[in-house]
């Protein structure tokens, strides 16, 4: 066993001797996962990653999996959204206590948390937000990614901005002015899609245009 294998293997000792809830893993790599399936602990375990393939696994394993919607390097706020995310698919509840295994771009299983899902220690509110207006996570979290990477990224090598409403598309476009032709009329609603991954280069390509992406609460452009 790895040096990896055995902090995965004591911190699931912690999670089961102070009778956790549940243990968050948090990977990159996978290798934390791989530990923990040689393991086969009992405790209750949920696998967040920003890996598509590693999340795909953790799904045909049929465990509890989170899709992180960017590679964040501050394990602490990287570990808020994990549990925010978890709380939104019900795999952990408002009082529950979580031993969380960090995992950073660098380090896999890096450092050991224990929290407690309360107002005080997560940013609850986005969660009730999203539920009230009838936004899916999915939805959200798609928009989040496109945002997250092109800030980060720019296009052809210069910074750039832009901005996506979600919402009641009619209501938007009321209060709306059109000044550019909409580069989207004509395309099918399957080519309009925001959480298919055909699109996200065409939104990206797209952001450079003066004006805001319209998102409807289906996900449609």
Same mark, same amino acid.
């Given at each position: 066993? &790895? &040096?990896?294998?055995?902090?995965?293997?004591?911190?699931? $000792?912690?999670?089961?001797?102070?009778?956790?809830?549940?243990?968050?893993?948090?990977?990159?790599?996978? #290798?934390? *996962?791989?530990?923990? #399936?040689?393991?086969?602990?009992?405790?209750?375990?949920?696998?967040?990653?920003?890996? &598509?393939?590693?999340?795909?696994?953790? *799904?045909?394993?049929?465990?509890?999996?989170?899709?992180?919607?960017?590679?964040?390097?501050?394990?602490?706020?990287?570990?808020?959204?994990?549990? +925010?995310?978890?709380?939104?698919?019900?795999?952990?509840?408002?009082?529950?206590? +979580?031993?969380?295994?960090?995992?950073?771009?660098?380090?896999?299983?890096?450092?050991?948390?224990?929290?407690?899902?309360?107002?005080?220690?997560?940013?609850?509110?986005?969660?009730?937000? *999203?539920?009230?207006?009838?936004?899916? %996570?999915?939805?959200?979290?798609? +928009?989040?990614?496109?945002?997250?990477?092109?800030?980060?990224?720019?296009?052809?090598?210069?910074?750039?901005?832009?901005?996506?409403?979600?919402?009641? $598309?009619?209501?938007?476009?009321?209060?709306?002015? %059109?000044?550019?032709?909409?580069?989207?009329?004509?395309?099918?609603?399957?080519?309009?899609?925001?959480?298919?991954?055909?699109?996200?280069?065409?939104?990206?390509?797209?952001? %450079?245009?003066?004006?805001?992406? +319209?998102?409807?609460?289906?996900?449609?452009?």
């Amino acid at each position: 066993m &790895n &040096n990896i294998g055995i902090f995965v293997k004591h911190s699931l $000792e912690i999670a089961r001797e102070i009778s956790s809830s549940s243990f968050l893993l948090l990977t990159e790599t996978g #290798e934390g *996962l791989r530990a923990i #399936e040689a393991l086969k602990p009992e405790i209750d375990i949920i696998v967040a990653t920003p890996s &598509n393939e590693i999340y795909r696994k953790v *799904l045909d394993q049929r465990w509890r999996a989170v899709k992180l919607p960017y590679r964040g390097r501050d394990v602490i706020s990287t570990i808020q959204e994990a549990l +925010v995310l978890a709380l939104d698919k019900s795999y952990i509840s408002e009082g529950d206590e +979580v031993v969380v295994l960090g995992s950073t771009p660098a380090w896999e299983a890096s450092s050991l948390f224990f929290y407690s899902v309360d107002r005080e220690t997560l940013n609850l509110s986005l969660c009730e937000f *999203l539920r009230n207006i009838h936004i899916k %996570q999915e939805i959200f979290q798609t +928009v989040l990614e496109i945002a997250m990477e092109i800030g980060r990224e720019g296009r052809e090598g210069r910074l750039i901005g832009t901005a996506f409403i979600i919402g009641d $598309e009619n209501d938007i476009m009321k209060r709306s002015k %059109q000044i550019i032709l909409n580069p989207f009329k004509g395309h099918s609603i399957e080519e309009r899609v925001i959480t298919s991954p055909k699109i996200k280069e065409t939104v990206k390509e797209f952001s %450079q245009l003066d004006g805001v992406f +319209v998102i409807s609460k289906d996900g449609i452009i």
